[in-house]
């Protein structure tokens, strides 16, 4: 199956490629190269990938090598990664291999679930189905929530999980990173420009939020 890094190699001008699957955490691969070889390694989440799939990504990834560019996924690629069975099969080993999640959306003080529910009903989220929404077991104050775009995994710390803590707080910020989640690849080269912040103001009572969250990133909650 690593065929397809070892012709698209060749025509970006390396005659010896060597690549092989990794389990990275993330989505990602690294390389090392010298004159005209290759060494790859390969995130394992694409193991299960046809030879097309993988022919695409490897001539992502070497025009990224040559050019110290971002990736341009091509449109098959790009429906392969959101595909519901590239999540189905790639979701639990994802969250296997993740540190510091509770594994469930239901704290000490606040259902996450509920809060997915109150999105929708509000009509600020369109779907969130198939996300895995957990707590983390630390309460990080300075990364109060986290997504992967491509595991639709949505993590919301546990330092807001706390009666002193408005549960409209920990709403906003699962309504940011199911935001990320919506906006799919999209989010990735963007992140947190102009666009994504004017929909991430959609939500009622952003201020009071981000008023709360600066207080919760300050201090120590209880």
């Known amino acids: ?4 890094f070892q012709v698209t190699g060749r025509r970006f001008g390396y005659d010896d490629v060597s690549a092989t699957f990794y389990p990275f955490k993330e989505f990602k691969t690294t390389w090392q190269r010298c004159g005209s070889r290759a060494e790859l390694k390969v995130t ?3 193991q299960n990938a046809n030879v097309d799939i993988l022919g695409d990504f490897a001539d992502c990834l070497f025009t990224r090598i040559q050019r ?3 990736e341009i996924y091509t449109e098959r ?7 519901p069975e590239f999540v189905k099969r790639n979701q639990p080993l994802y969250l296997d291999r993740s540190r510091n999640l509770a594994y469930s959306p239901q704290g000490s003080n606040c259902d996450l679930t509920t809060l997915l529910e109150g999105l929708r009903d509000q009509g600020l989220i369109n779907d969130g ?3 895995f929404i957990c707590w983390t077991n630390k309460p ?32 906003y910020v699962l309504y ?6 919506e906006n799919g690849l999209e989010s990735l080269r963007s992140q947190h420009d102009p666009a994504f912040r004017r929909q991430e103001r959609r939500y009622p009572r952003w201020r009071e939020a981000e008023t709360w ?10």
């Open 1 to 4: 199956m690593m065929k397809p």
């Open 44 to 46: 394992d989440y694409l």
């Open 68 to 70: 110290h560019r971002k």
């Open 77 to 83: 690629l790009r429906a392969w990664l959101q595909s």
């Open 129 to 131: 189905q198939g996300a």
């Open 140 to 171: 990080n104050r300075y990364r109060l929530g986290y997504c992967s775009i491509l595991m639709k995994v949505v993590a919301i710390s546990s330092a807001l999980d706390s009666p002193t803590i408005p549960q409209f707080v920990t709403e």
């Open 176 to 181: 940011h990173e199911l935001l990320h989640l």
């Open 213 to 222: 969250l600066k207080k919760v990133a300050g201090q120590k909650v209880s």
